[in-house]
């Protein structure tokens, strides 16, 4: 059975589960730092990154502000290249559309490439319900799918699994799915890729029809964008019979020459090479090579619900670098899945709660899984203010009365504050000064690593109103 | 300018949690201003900036506290706080809260007094246009640069260059300073675990430089970083930039704190 993250605790349980697995935090850490380095060294590089930057972030405020004349460009420009155009509203109706399309061609084995939106929607699952096995050829997507595992980044899924970890799935796992790992597996890096290539490669070879999703689509020509760094998705974009890419509608783009402006982005800051190895693109069938049949499955799924929330819809700039969750120190000690979903980190805190709504617990605490320290901020390729978002998704949780305690306490606190006598004696009296100060009372959390301060004697204005007294 | 201004045109806003924790931090302002001839009034009506009613989702409780914050500051030419936090609360959060009280006078009101709040070392560079403020302080001291300081209210160099200026001191850079220490307001009492992980890293890189003392802009960053390291037993102190700014050759070594015999 397809595991999935529904009903994950909320993010201060499911974080401090994970902040105690000292593996995971080792694994985490040295994933995270090392992609962080190569980033910088390769952002820095070029003269106009800040321009770049700006550019994006202007070019996809420009397709979200006109989003439904650009989606209705992309379904006449993808049907006039032989292509077929569906519009899936949630998770369910997408589900729905991708299985019948696979159950229509007979196939029962298919293969799925670089679609992080198929594990936003549950499809894997639905697939299986009908009988279908779905194999991911992502090579960290497959060592997740094989480890019977969830997804913990967006760029690189698998990211909080070490390779001793790694080749224990392989040896134990591929062989229940296809070619086994090779006798003898070590953990050396070119034996695990060696032998997921000769597994992954039967895949290929065999499978009809093929899912993916995409990281672009270009308006004016109705072209469809996969940056990869394997081939896996040359691959299966070409092999099969039948591809079927599952994309949000947020994945616009205008035309070539905005698509350049994020091609220049999206490898440097994601992984920190000038130029992704593989860049793929089509444009509908074309006859006698590549796929005879194409479909494109248009998703909203929330995404219209992010694109009415007029701080919020920034999000939906996102190109799914995973740049903040790896400059994110929260992350960094948490990994992804304590974020219960397939979106993890700073736009994870900010995006679940954009397209599901706060009306459940886990959702409502995500925006609250930040420090607010904005280094997520600076390494946004499309700009994002996160700790803007995060902080507007905070207001809107208090007033939906989620904490209706914590808003009384701080509601007695400010009123108690705002009236200057009051406050006077509260500081002078120290006593109703508690509820401000973690320190003084016994807030869970405060105390477990951390001594309390010393309470001083006297407060600063005490002190000044006697030394003012001696001035004058 | 009036030409006989009632009272003193700046203003100390010492914050809350100085006030009533960090009252050193206050009295080091004062000293440190009146050193450089700026004379500071202390309005004593004056309260909380609303910050953590902010961060946490309450905005029409910051609005009072905003509109508090206005009328207590109105008359004032500058005020100076020490708390590069608190200090960005007028232009960043108070326009917000205005809005989401549906009150436009406050967004008037704090449009006009924001640009005339300002963190202390922002104040003694920019507005003073002085580094050397003839503090002697000959202790080894490291400085960490808290996460609003550095990225919201942007003071780059400016807190390095004024412990660089100190006469005696034995300045050390702290290791991956520019990482969050894990306080985050109510973040350390929401998500206390992962708080404590990365406040554990923050003290461990501490301890790595050898300094004694560990300056900051924030005294709520300096509490987290403080507790973890008093906790852990080890005797590093923690002290606002002002406090050791403030202080003079006259003053001495600080008790209770190694002396450093040749600065670096």
Request: hydrophobic share 40%; charged share 25%.
């Given at each position: 059975?397809?595991?999935?993250?529904?009903?994950?605790?909320?993010f201060?349980e499911?974080?401090?589960?994970?902040?105690?697995?000292e593996?995971?935090?080792e694994?985490v850490?040295?994933?995270?730092?090392t992609?962080?380095?190569k980033?910088?060294?390769?952002?820095?590089?070029?003269?106009?990154?800040?321009?770049?930057?700006?550019?994006?972030?202007?070019i996809?405020?420009?397709?979200?502000?006109?989003l439904?004349q650009y989606?209705?460009?992309?379904?006449?420009?993808?049907?006039?290249?032989g292509?077929t155009?569906?519009?899936?509203?949630?998770?369910?109706?997408?589900?729905?559309?991708?299985?019948?399309?696979?159950?229509a061609?007979?196939e029962?084995?298919?293969?799925k490439?670089?679609?992080?939106?198929?594990?936003?929607?549950?499809?894997d699952?639905?697939?299986e319900?009908a009988g279908i096995?779905?194999?991911?050829?992502d090579l960290?997507?497959?060592?997740?799918?094989?480890?019977?595992?969830?997804?913990?980044?967006?760029?690189?899924?698998a990211l909080?699994?070490?390779r001793?970890?790694?080749?224990?799935?392989?040896?134990?796992?591929?062989?229940?799915?296809?070619?086994p790992?090779p006798e003898g597996?070590?953990?050396?890096?070119a034996?695990?890729?060696e032998?997921?290539r000769?597994?992954?490669?039967?895949?290929f070879?065999?499978?009809?029809?093929a899912?993916?999703?995409?990281?672009?689509?270009?308006?004016?020509?109705?072209?469809l964008?996969?940056?990869?760094?394997?081939?896996?998705g040359?691959?299966c974009?070409t092999?099969?019979?039948?591809?079927?890419?599952?994309?949000?509608?947020?994945k616009?783009?205008?035309?070539?020459?905005?698509?350049?402006?994020?091609?220049?982005l999206?490898?440097?800051?994601?992984?920190?090479?000038?130029m992704?190895?593989?860049t793929?693109t089509w444009?509908?069938?074309?006859?006698?090579d590549?796929?005879?049949?194409?479909h494109l499955?248009?998703?909203?799924n929330?995404?219209?619900?992010?694109?009415a929330?007029p701080?919020?819809?920034?999000?939906l700039?996102c190109?799914?670098?995973g740049?903040?969750m790896?400059?994110?120190p929260?992350?960094?000690?948490?990994g992804?899945?304590?974020?219960?979903?397939?979106?993890p980190?700073?736009?994870?805190?900010?995006?679940?709660?954009?397209?599901?709504?706060l009306?459940?617990e886990q959702?409502a605490?995500?925006?609250y899984?930040?420090?607010?320290?904005?280094?997520?901020n600076?390494?946004c390729?499309v700009?994002?203010r996160?700790t803007?978002?995060?902080?507007?998704?905070?207001?809107?949780?208090?007033?939906g009365?989620?904490?209706?305690?914590?808003?009384?306490?701080?509601?007695?606190?400010?009123?108690?504050?705002a009236r200057p006598?009051?406050?006077?004696?509260?500081?002078?009296?120290?006593?109703?000064?508690?509820?401000?100060?973690?320190?003084r009372?016994?807030v869970?959390?405060?105390?477990?690593?951390?001594?309390?301060p010393?309470?001083?004697?006297e407060?600063?204005r005490?002190?000044?109103?006697?030394n003012?007294?001696?001035?004058? | 300018?009036?030409?006989?201004?009632?009272r003193?045109?700046?203003?100390?806003?010492?914050?809350?949690?100085?006030?009533?924790?960090?009252?050193?931090?206050?009295?080091?302002?004062?000293?440190?201003?009146?050193?450089?001839?700026v004379?500071?009034?202390?309005?004593?009506?004056?309260?909380c900036?609303?910050q953590?009613?902010?961060n946490t989702?309450?905005r029409?409780?910051?609005?009072r506290?905003?509109r508090?914050?206005?009328?207590?500051?109105?008359?004032?030419?500058?005020i100076?706080v020490?708390s590069a936090?608190?200090a960005?609360?007028?232009a960043?959060?108070?326009?917000l809260?205005?809005?989401?009280?549906?009150?436009?006078?406050?967004?008037r009101a704090?449009a006009?007094l924001?640009?005339?709040?300002v963190?202390l070392?922002q104040?003694?560079?920019?507005?003073?246009?002085?580094?050397?403020?003839?503090?002697?302080?000959?202790?080894?001291?490291?400085?960490?640069?808290?996460?609003?300081?550095?990225?919201?209210?942007?003071?780059g160099?400016?807190?390095?260059?004024?412990?660089?200026?100190?006469?005696?001191?034995?300045y050390?850079?702290?290791?991956a300073?520019?990482e969050?220490?894990?306080?985050g307001g109510?973040?350390?009492?929401?998500?206390p675990?992962?708080?404590?992980?990365m406040?554990?890293?923050?003290?461990?890189?501490?301890?790595?430089?050898g300094?004694?003392?560990?300056?900051?802009?924030?005294?709520s960053?300096?509490?987290?970083i403080?507790?973890?390291?008093?906790?852990d037993?080890?005797?590093?102190?923690?002290?606002?930039?002002?406090?050791i700014?403030?202080r003079?050759?006259?003053?001495?070594p600080?008790?209770?704190?190694?002396v450093?015999?040749?600065?670096r």
């Amino acid at each position: 059975m397809t595991r999935s993250f529904l009903g994950w605790p909320a993010f201060p349980e499911a974080a401090e589960r994970e902040v105690g697995n000292e593996q995971l935090r080792e694994n985490v850490r040295r994933a995270t730092r090392t992609i962080r380095g190569k980033r910088a060294v390769l952002a820095a590089e070029r003269p106009d990154w800040e321009q770049l930057r700006d550019s994006a972030a202007a070019i996809k405020d420009q397709v979200l502000a006109g989003l439904e004349q650009y989606l209705l460009q992309v379904e006449e420009k993808v049907t006039a290249a032989g292509g077929t155009v569906h519009w899936a509203r949630d998770a369910a109706e997408a589900n729905r559309i991708v299985t019948d399309l696979v159950l229509a061609t007979g196939e029962r084995e298919i293969v799925k490439v670089k679609s992080m939106l198929t594990e936003e929607i549950g499809l894997d699952a639905a697939l299986e319900a009908a009988g279908i096995n779905a194999r991911e050829t992502d090579l960290a997507a497959a060592i997740v799918q094989l480890g019977d595992d969830l997804p913990s980044h967006v760029v690189v899924p698998a990211l909080h699994r070490n390779r001793s970890e790694i080749r224990d799935i392989f040896a134990r796992e591929m062989g229940r799915h296809g070619r086994p790992a090779p006798e003898g597996l070590t953990d050396d890096p070119a034996e695990l890729a060696e032998a997921a290539r000769l597994h992954l490669r039967e895949k290929f070879l065999g499978a009809r029809v093929a899912v993916s999703g995409a990281n672009f689509v270009v308006a004016e020509t109705g072209t469809l964008v996969v940056v990869e760094s394997e081939g896996n998705g040359r691959m299966c974009l070409t092999l099969a019979d039948t591809l079927i890419s599952v994309v949000g509608i947020e994945k616009t783009v205008p035309t070539w020459a905005d698509l350049e402006v994020f091609l220049q982005l999206l490898a440097r800051n994601a992984t920190g090479e000038r130029m992704a190895p593989y860049t793929s693109t089509w444009t509908g069938t074309t006859h006698g090579d590549g796929p005879r049949d194409f479909h494109l499955v248009l998703v909203d799924n929330g995404r219209t619900r992010a694109l009415a929330d007029p701080v919020g819809r920034q999000a939906l700039r996102c190109i799914r670098c995973g740049a903040c969750m790896n400059t994110c120190p929260v992350y960094e000690r948490t990994g992804g899945h304590a974020y219960g979903s397939v979106y993890p980190g700073p736009i994870g805190a900010i995006l679940n709660p954009l397209l599901k709504g706060l009306d459940d617990e886990q959702t409502a605490s995500l925006p609250y899984a930040s420090t607010l320290c904005g280094a997520c901020n600076e390494v946004c390729p499309v700009r994002i203010r996160f700790t803007d978002v995060l902080l507007d998704l905070r207001a809107q949780v208090a007033d939906g009365g989620k904490h209706p305690v914590e808003r009384a306490a701080l509601g007695a606190v400010g009123a108690t504050m705002a009236r200057p006598l009051l406050w006077k004696a509260a500081v002078k009296g120290a006593g109703l000064v508690g509820p401000l100060l973690p320190a003084r009372t016994p807030v869970p959390g405060w105390s477990d690593n951390r001594a309390l301060p010393d309470v001083p004697k006297e407060s600063f204005r005490t002190w000044w109103k006697r030394n003012e007294g001696e001035r004058a | 300018m009036p030409p006989n201004p009632p009272r003193p045109r700046t203003a100390l806003f010492v914050t809350c949690l100085n006030d009533t924790l960090f009252p050193g931090t206050g009295r080091a302002t004062v000293t440190l201003l009146r050193r450089l001839g700026v004379e500071v009034d202390f309005p004593a009506a004056q309260s909380c900036c609303g910050q953590m009613h902010f961060n946490t989702g309450y905005r029409k409780e910051t609005a009072r506290l905003a509109r508090h914050f206005v009328d207590t500051f109105a008359d004032y030419e500058e005020i100076v706080v020490p708390s590069a936090s608190c200090a960005g609360m007028p232009a960043e959060a108070y326009p917000l809260a205005a809005e989401a009280a549906g009150d436009p006078g406050l967004a008037r009101a704090v449009a006009e007094l924001a640009p005339r709040v300002v963190e202390l070392t922002q104040y003694l560079t920019d507005r003073l246009g002085v580094e050397q403020v003839g503090a002697h302080f000959p202790h080894r001291v490291t400085y960490h640069p808290t996460c609003h300081s550095l990225r919201a209210t942007g003071l780059g160099e400016r807190p390095h260059r004024l412990l660089r200026a100190v006469a005696g001191i034995d300045y050390v850079e702290l290791p991956a300073a520019q990482e969050c220490c894990g306080f985050g307001g109510t973040f350390a009492v929401k998500n206390p675990a992962v708080s404590g992980a990365m406040n554990g890293d923050k003290a461990r890189h501490v301890l790595e430089t050898g300094a004694h003392v560990l300056a900051a802009v924030d005294n709520s960053c300096l509490m987290n970083i403080g507790g973890r390291l008093t906790k852990d037993g080890h005797p590093v102190r923690t002290l606002h930039l002002a406090e050791i700014l403030a202080r003079t050759e006259q003053d001495g070594p600080l008790p209770g704190v190694p002396v450093v015999e040749a600065a670096r």
